[in-house]
């Protein structure tokens, strides 16, 4: 069967729908023909809300289990604001999936450390649905996740179950709390000197703002971890999502097709650059 034109969009439907915070929803999509494509985790697909535009949004759910495609979608423009406001039932057009993924091949032997701000643990999400799943092929596996408030937390409820994991360690920060909170207070990078990881058998996954992304890879670089075994999922302006239209590009990287998650030395150069 001949594969699917990329740019063509394809009849999708809300099976489901899940506030997590206020203005971020999960869409769970099923397929109105075929099944659901595979996918890795780390790639992206363009949601198309029909009469509003298209958007880049990460797949956010187990890339081994079920049938539909997941997204958890932040309300930040007039698309991501539609499709935030999508019920049970209506119809959307999904191109995809697109992009690389997380380097999970890479890791096995590995310890691993997620590192997420805000909505990041939405892309690095399939990856540690994977790494639980192949638990024996990994080493230490170390999520740290910062947030603006507790309020603010993604996943929360997930993030207690796993932390209640004996295989599995989950450090939470907030940037703001009130004197109910126990957790840490400060920036998610402020972890890692704490973490007591071995630099060497280390593999870092990070996902979130910019900036974070930017003091995080400091951060990493500072506790010895190699550039090369830290991998960013950058986010950029992905329209065509086939290295097309140049809308995405990012020095010499076209983010939609080399990305979103690229190795920091390939990018180190570039990524302190203003408005590149």
């Known amino acids: 069967m001949a594969a699917p034109d990329p740019f063509l969009p394809q009849p999708w439907r809300v099976e489901r729908r899940r506030r997590e915070l206020i203005g971020a929803v999960t869409l769970e999509l099923a397929p109105l023909a075929g099944e659901r494509p595979d ?23 187990d890339a081994e289990r079920g049938t539909a495609f997941v997204h958890t979608v932040r309300n930040v423009g007039a698309v991501s604001g539609a499709l935030t406001r999508l019920e049970v039932g209506a119809s959307i057009g999904v191109r995809g999936p697109f992009g690389s993924g997380w380097p999970l ?14 909505l990041g643990l939405a892309p690095l999400r399939p990856a540690v ?15 740290m996740v910062g947030s603006r408030s507790p309020e603010d937390i ?32 400060g920036v998610v990078p402020a972890l890692i000197p704490h973490a007591g990881l071995d630099p060497v058998e280390t593999l870092a996954l990070v996902c979130g703002p910019e900036v974070m992304m930017r003091f995080t890879a400091n951060a990493l670089l500072a506790a010895g971890i190699r550039p090369e075994r830290i991998h960013l999922s950058m986010e950029r302006n992905m329209k065509c999502a086939v290295a097309q239209c140049g809308h995405c590009q990012f020095g ?4 939609c097709r080399e990305g ?8 180190a150069g570039i990524l302190a650059v203003p408005e590149i």
């Open 39 to 61: 996918f890795l985790p780390g790639q992206f697909n363009m949601l198309y809300v029909f009469g509003v535009g298209e958007v880049a949004i990460s797949l956010s759910g």
């Open 252 to 255: 010499p990287f076209f983010v």
């Open 129 to 143: 649905y994977a790494l639980l799943a192949r638990r024996e092929r990994y080493g230490r596996v170390v999520i």
């Open 105 to 118: 091949a890479e890791a096995e032997g590995a310890d691993v450390l997620l590192v997420a701000g805000g």
């Open 260 to 267: 979103p998650v690229l190795r920091y030395d390939r990018i």
């Open 154 to 185: 993604l996943y929360r409820r997930e993030l207690e179950h796993w932390r209640r994991r004996s295989d599995l360690e989950v450090l939470l920060t907030v940037d703001h709390a009130d004197a109910d909170w126990r957790g840490h207070v």
